[in-house]
């Protein structure tokens, strides 16, 4: 099964701007697809066999196994999506950076989205993911444009905010978030963001009240520049795309295990094992 990284393009990166394809063992395989509509590509679902990714350009498309585009959104005005997720009512659910908030969509990509936050909920969303018991947790950091605040919200089925769940952590920077096999909240983080001498670590936060719990960073040998997409593959391991590659984590103990993707001028958004 390929490792697939979004990799960034334009203002946001060197990077080749296409979804790309790697062996599990790291050597780069090639575009995933060829599709002109993948345009500086940023977050990634799979349902139902289909591969849902954001593409530049205001649009959602999905994928088959082959690379082929059979949904297309169309162009959504404004939409500028970053993250993605299944939630538990099957729906396709998209961070909009230009409403701050998330878009639900139906998995045709046939009828319009529905936002399922209030808009301009945080200042930049940067990842978001389901609890088991159905809690949102979403993740707001640093835009591009210097602004914004370094937080993470919770909100309950009903989308009413958990003021009982905070990550008090003066280091916490995220980049995405995703939920553990445990079901505590795991982020990618970078702090200060976008600062040459930034610390960037994977940190864990307890699901019931949001304290921090444990920090995992790099080894010192490992480049874990820019961290951004978390996923853990079928081998149980947390995988982290990054500038210039992807890193491996073993959850369990905390401990990196390096670089398994390693290509210069990538600049990873959103990984997945897919195919």
């Known amino acids: 099964m390929p490792l697939l990284v979004t990799s960034a393009s334009g203002m946001n990166g060197a990077g080749y701007g296409k979804l790309l394809a790697f062996n599990p063992n790291g050597p780069l395989l090639g575009p995933f697809t060829d599709d002109t509509r993948v345009s500086d590509p940023r977050g990634l679902g799979a349902d139902g066999g ?5 593409s530049g350009g205001d649009r959602i498309l999905a994928l088959d196994g082959n690379g082929r585009v059979v949904r297309d ?50 200042p930049f ?9 159905g809690t949102l947790f979403l993740a707001s950091s640093i835009g591009p444009d210097g602004e914004g605040d370094n937080t993470i919200l919770a909100f309950d089925p009903e989308r009413r905010i958990l003021p009982s769940w905070k990550a008090v952590d003066a280091e916490l920077s995220p980049l995405d978030l995703i939920i553990a096999p445990n079901g505590n909240v795991l982020v ?9 001498d930034a610390i960037t670590t994977i940190r864990e936060y307890d699901r019931i009240g949001g304290h921090l719990i444990r ?30 590659g992807v890193v491996a984590f073993d959850f369990a103990t905390g401990k990196c295990l390096g ?12 990984v997945i094992f897919f195919g």
Not at 101 to 113: C, R
Not at 188 to 196: D, I, K, L, R
Not at 216 to 242: E, N, Q, V
């Open 73 to 122: 959104s169309g162009v959504i005005a404004g939409l500028n999506p970053g993250g993605g997720d299944f939630g538990p009512d099957g729906r396709y659910y998209v961070g909009s950076r230009s409403l701050r908030t998330i878009v639900a969509f139906a998995p045709t990509l046939a009828s319009p989205g529905e936002s399922v936050l209030p808009p301009a909920v945080v």
């Open 50 to 54: 289909l591969l849902y990714l954001n």
């Open 259 to 270: 670089t398994v993707v390693n290509l210069a001028g990538l600049y990873g958004q959103a």
């Open 215 to 244: 920090v995992s960073a790099p080894d010192p040998l490992t480049s874990f520049g820019s961290p951004r997409g978390l996923r853990f593959g079928p081998d149980g391991k947390l995988y982290c795309a990054a500038q210039n």
């Open 125 to 133: 969303p940067r990842g978001f993911a389901f609890g088991n018991d």
């Open 188 to 196: 990618s983080s970078e702090h200060p963001f976008g600062a040459p």
